[in-house]
């Protein structure tokens, strides 16, 4: 049966499938549907004393602040409670939402998911590597969820494979045959010359890269059927990039907290779901402070105090990130950043690695348990807008050791 699609409007959609803008019609009117829907005030009081009049209640502060508290470990849900006797607009009860992220994965479960890989990978000669890593992302994002639902992860082995051949045969195989030849010359400023340029080259490719995972991996994720994306240019970031590097060396690293809030600025409002974008509104000056504190105190505390900076750093990029009219809030501490990494390391080296998965699921629960998003936030409305990527990128930052944030 031919309808029109929901999101574009084309006049037949065969199968349940837009041929020209790609988007699931069943899987999108059920979500839109989803996001419209007004959340449910909890029930009034059914005990009221009959001899004496009840007094009226004290309308609720709507967009009052509320105290911060522990990131709950269960499933999200609304923390507004109605007080008057008619219920409030679904507008002002999602004004005064607080939102959790959660996480439900166990580390059982991916353990079995990594000796079938590693399996798999010996058995194949390494190829099934590509097809184990999308195991893994699958596995992992499929745990989070938002509003009791879950996220997906849409990449596939193939395309990882295909990514690894390009980058190998456009930046690896290159940079490997000009040393070869360098060193098989035998002339030592020949030698000298191929190192610069293979060092100008991976330098290069480093932003390039980070911004093409970062493209990739986006896309290839969604939630309640609507898909984020990714669109940065390359080279903005390469200029920032090199900016920074120099700067850097030139003023002995304390230009490292402009960079890292230029960065987050240039990833995050570049980012969108659907075809709203996430923003960021941080500054690199309000880190310079806590920055040079911890440098005067690595050697007097032995680097222990990085957690801390860590930790009011990670909060600082998530308190500043927001989406449409809603906020992100980090709850994360130096001490229990400190706490969750003793234990992480001391699992590694007790089991002589084999604790990985528990350790990767230990990780990401607390990072989640940290999160919160604060805010009005209206869902209705948002549509898919998807974007065309390669995992190139993803395939060139993992060559490179180039890290974007995800697995």
């Given at each position: 049966?031919?309808?029109?699609?929901?999101?574009?409007?084309a006049?037949?959609?065969?199968?349940?499938?837009?041929?020209?803008?790609?988007?699931?019609?069943?899987?999108?009117?059920?979500?839109?549907?989803?996001?419209?829907?007004?959340?449910?005030?909890?029930?009034?009081?059914?005990?009221?004393?009959?001899?004496?009049?009840?007094?009226?209640?004290?309308p609720?502060?709507?967009?009052?602040?509320q105290p911060?508290?522990?990131?709950?470990?269960?499933?999200?849900?609304?923390?507004?409670?109605?007080?008057?006797?008619?219920?409030?607009?679904?507008?002002?009860?999602?004004?005064?939402?607080?939102?959790?992220?959660?996480?439900?994965?166990s580390?059982?479960?991916?353990?079995?998911?990594?000796?079938?890989?590693?399996?798999?990978?010996?058995?194949?000669?390494?190829?099934?590597?590509?097809?184990?890593?999308?195991?893994?992302?699958?596995?992992?994002?499929?745990?989070?969820?938002?509003?009791?639902d879950?996220?997906?992860?849409?990449?596939?082995?193939?395309?990882?494979?295909?990514?690894?051949?390009?980058?190998?045969?456009?930046?690896?195989?290159?940079?490997?045959?000009?040393?070869?030849?360098?060193?098989?010359?035998?002339?030592?400023?020949?030698?000298?010359?191929?190192?610069?340029?293979?060092?100008?080259?991976?330098?290069?490719?480093?932003?390039?890269?980070?911004?093409?995972?970062?493209?990739?991996?986006?896309?290839?994720?969604?939630?309640?059927?609507?898909?984020?994306?990714?669109?940065?240019?390359?080279?903005?970031?390469?200029?920032?990039?090199?900016?920074?590097?120099?700067?850097?060396?030139?003023?002995?690293?304390?230009?490292?907290?402009f960079?890292?809030?230029?960065?987050?600025?240039?990833?995050?409002?570049?980012?969108?779901?659907g075809?709203?974008?996430?923003?960021?509104?941080?500054?690199?000056?309000?880190?310079?402070?806590?920055?040079?504190?911890?440098?005067?105190?690595?050697?007097?505390?032995?680097?222990?105090?990085?957690?801390?900076?860590?930790?009011?750093?990670?909060?600082?990029?998530?308190?500043?990130?927001?989406?449409?009219?809603?906020?992100?809030?980090?709850?994360?501490?130096?001490g229990?950043?400190?706490?969750?990494?003793?234990?992480?390391?001391?699992?590694?080296?007790?089991?002589?690695?084999?604790?990985?998965?528990?350790?990767?699921?230990?990780?990401?629960?607390?990072?989640?348990?940290?999160?919160?998003?604060?805010?009005?936030?209206?869902?209705?409305?948002?549509?898919?807008?998807p974007?065309?990527a390669?995992?190139?990128?993803?395939?060139?930052?993992?060559?490179?050791?180039?890290?974007?944030?995800?697995?």
């Amino acid at each position: 049966m031919a309808t029109a699609c929901p999101r574009c409007g084309a006049p037949a959609v065969e199968r349940d499938k837009c041929a020209q803008c790609g988007v699931v019609a069943s899987v999108y009117t059920a979500a839109l549907e989803k996001m419209r829907r007004a959340p449910t005030p909890p029930p009034m009081p059914s005990t009221v004393r009959a001899s004496t009049p009840a007094a009226p209640p004290a309308p609720a502060r709507l967009g009052a602040p509320q105290p911060a508290r522990p990131v709950p470990s269960g499933p999200a849900a609304l923390a507004t409670a109605v007080m008057t006797a008619a219920p409030a607009p679904a507008s002002a009860v999602g004004a005064s939402a607080s939102r959790r992220l959660t996480f439900h994965g166990s580390g059982g479960t991916l353990f079995g998911i990594y000796v079938v890989n590693i399996l798999l990978t010996i058995v194949t000669f390494g190829f099934y590597r590509f097809w184990g890593k999308v195991r893994v992302r699958r596995f992992l994002l499929s745990q989070a969820a938002f509003e009791d639902d879950r996220f997906a992860y849409h990449g596939t082995g193939k395309e990882l494979l295909l990514g690894f051949v390009k980058a190998l045969l456009f930046v690896g195989l290159p940079i490997t045959a000009l040393n070869t030849a360098a060193r098989l010359s035998g002339d030592l400023k020949i030698a000298i010359a191929s190192q610069v340029v293979t060092y100008l080259l991976v330098f290069t490719f480093i932003p390039i890269a980070m911004v093409g995972a970062r493209r990739y991996r986006l896309s290839r994720i969604s939630w309640r059927g609507i898909r984020f994306s990714f669109r940065g240019r390359a080279w903005a970031f390469v200029r920032i990039f090199m900016l920074a590097s120099l700067l850097n060396v030139v003023t002995l690293t304390l230009y490292y907290p402009f960079f890292q809030a230029r960065q987050q600025r240039f990833m995050v409002s570049n980012s969108h779901f659907g075809r709203r974008p996430f923003r960021f509104d941080g500054r690199g000056r309000d880190l310079f402070g806590p920055y040079l504190a911890a440098l005067l105190l690595l050697v007097p505390t032995l680097g222990l105090y990085l957690f801390w900076f860590n930790a009011r750093m990670t909060r600082y990029l998530w308190d500043h990130t927001s989406f449409e009219t809603a906020r992100f809030r980090s709850t994360m501490t130096g001490g229990a950043l400190l706490a969750q990494t003793l234990v992480n390391v001391s699992m590694l080296i007790l089991t002589l690695g084999l604790a990985w998965p528990w350790v990767l699921i230990r990780r990401t629960r607390f990072e989640f348990s940290c999160l919160g998003v604060e805010g009005p936030l209206d869902l209705a409305g948002i549509v898919q807008e998807p974007q065309l990527a390669t995992a190139t990128g993803d395939a060139l930052s993992s060559l490179l050791g180039a890290d974007v944030g995800f697995v």
